[in-house]
């Protein structure tokens, strides 16, 4: 064989290896950066929880005077502020957010009898401050899922699960997932 | 190999006075007449190529595995969102050609000449490129955004070309503009608002502005995610396969002329 068809062909097994190197590493990259982005995502939905959870006391402040009767409503909205404040681990913080959600949509949809209430320019504003900020979480939910899916389908990808297994990148990340309370319709009494 | 080099520095002996301008810019006059050292020269674009090419391959990778926000989610940082114009921050400006109200527009006049060798090709003589902050919204809400610095990927439907005869020169006019209710596709970072004072936003948004990051790409598109992909994803295997042939045939070339086959 020629030696030019050698050095030819060696330069097509060059230009391949540059291309597969090329490709892991862009690879691996995109797997470091698939990977920062869940604790980010999770972080950002902790900025909007702990915003609503500075909210609350001046929520409570300002319905009690008007409903008197929903006492333990009250009662378990600060119960739940207090159990997101201590809790640590990721479940128990979504747990005490999940009662706090629960307990914000009893208040706002009780609040309804109390026509004084609901004219309280201050509670208007608190009302809708909360439930934007409601909104804006379940955006970042939403987000987050985007993020964890894109990562547990990427690392099971072929071929890129070859460059995730060398990482070690074999444990899926878990979705947020609503909760049987807030899958149940909310009943209102007229 | 240097006896087939031919070396135009007339301009340079009549103005100069006869300095040799190697001395100063040794590429910038010389030609060959033996298409060898274009075969160099070809190694080293080939190899451009290819570089460009990976490039173009991670932002593919990086459109692809940004999960796009809703508007009224967004959080500080590197974000994808998908839309359509809203309005302006201002004022609106106008396409000069169109006369239509946008958010920017780009335009280029160009007039055909004939070349050397009777060859007809448009030149520029003329064009230029004006942006302003707009507001790009969804379905749940309108986020501010500054084009300045980003690479707009703008397509042909919304381009205006006219061509003909105008007065006795062949001339060709061009626009490019985003509307209000165009799709918008955009990659970039969401940073702080300078035109919302800290603490005065109302609702979260108010106070982001989407804009160029300071290490991280910016893309404005008028076309969807998926079509943006499309064309990362041509231009991935375009540059790569375009940068390999070229290297191959050009070592090939060079492997021939000395010889080697």
Known sequence: ?190 | MIDTWVVYNHYEQRVRGGKNILNNYPFLFIMAKDPLPYAFFGLVGGAVLIMIGFKQWRIKRLVENTPTSKVRGIAMGFVEVCGTVSKPFKQYLVGPFTGKECVYYSYKIEEERQGSKGRRYWATIRSDVQSIPFFAKDNTGAVLVDPKGAIKLFSEKNNLRLSGLFGSRPLRFTETHLAPNDIIYILGTAGDNPYVKEGRAVNGVEDVMIQKGKHSPYYISDKGEKDVLKRFAWQVYGFLFSGCALLIACLAYILYRFGLF
């Open chain 1, 1 to 190: 064989m020629a030696l030019g068809v050698i050095i030819i062909l060696l330069a097509i097994f060059v230009l391949l290896v540059v291309i597969i190197v090329g490709w892991y590493i862009g690879t691996y990259n995109a797997f470091i950066a698939l990977k920062a982005d869940i604790p980010k995502a999770l972080g950002n939905i902790d900025v909007l929880l702990k915003q609503r959870s500075d909210e609350l006391p001046k929520l409570v402040a300002s319905v009690k005077g008007y409903m008197k009767h929903e006492k333990g409503t009250l009662e378990e909205l600060t119960k739940a502020r207090t159990a997101w404040m201590k809790a640590g681990s990721l479940p128990a913080k979504a747990e005490a957010s999940d009662r706090i959600s629960a307990a914000l949509k009893t208040i706002f949809a009780v609040a309804e009898n109390y026509p004084q209430l609901r004219a309280s320019e201050n509670f208007q504003h608190l009302q809708g401050r909360i439930s934007g900020l409601e909104n804006e979480i379940a955006d970042r939910r939403e987000f987050y899922n985007d993020s964890v899916t894109t990562y547990n389908v990427r690392i099971r990808q072929f071929p890129a699960n070859i460059v995730a297994r060398n990482m070690g990148l074999n444990q899926e990340f878990e979705l947020f997932k609503a909760t049987a309370a807030e899958r149940e319709d909310v009943k209102i009494e007229f």
